[in-house]
């Protein structure tokens, strides 16, 4: 049974730590989760060892919320003001709010930040990059709120 497309990202990270308890002691985990891994076996890749490097999963999660945030709040940095008067921004939209630095972001890849951005983008910092220029520039859409899929 291949699960690994619904397990991607920090997800996968996740699963496999919950594997690791599996085969260390099967009675940590619920009856649902032993009853998956019992079926399941995952495909490491080639050089892991089963082990989720704590440091690098942080600064995923953080480039993911990073992500996020320009997505929610990006326009609060817009320069919208005819008088150039500077944006106010959001402290969310930092990097050091997420603990975050240009070199964390050059070493992370772009599938992190998903949708069109991650598809032409080779790295996190360029995505990133690329969403402040849609998120916090002086033209720019907004299409959360329509609900119906074939409006958006």
Do not use: C
């Not at 890849?109 to 998120?135: F, M």
């Amino acid at each position: 049974m291949d699960i690994s497309h619904i397990f991607h990202g920090p997800n996968s990270d996740y699963l496999l730590e919950l594997y690791e308890r599996y085969l260390e002691d099967p009675d940590s985990l619920d009856s649902r989760t032993r009853a998956l891994f019992e079926r399941w076996k995952p495909e490491l890749p080639e050089g892991h060892h089963g082990e989720a490097a704590p440091q690098n999963m942080d600064k995923i999660v953080a480039t993911a919320n990073l992500a996020q945030a320009i997505r929610a709040f990006g326009h609060l940095a817009a320069n919208i003001d005819p008088m150039n008067g500077r944006p106010k921004g959001d402290p969310v939209l930092e990097l050091k709010t997420h603990k975050l630095t240009e070199d964390d972001l050059f070493s992370l890849p772009s599938s992190l930040i998903e949708g069109e951005v991650a598809e032409s983008t080779t790295n996190a910092h360029e995505a990133i990059n690329k969403l402040r220029q849609v998120y916090s520039s002086k033209i720019g859409y907004d299409f959360y709120h329509i609900y119906a899929h074939e409006e958006r």
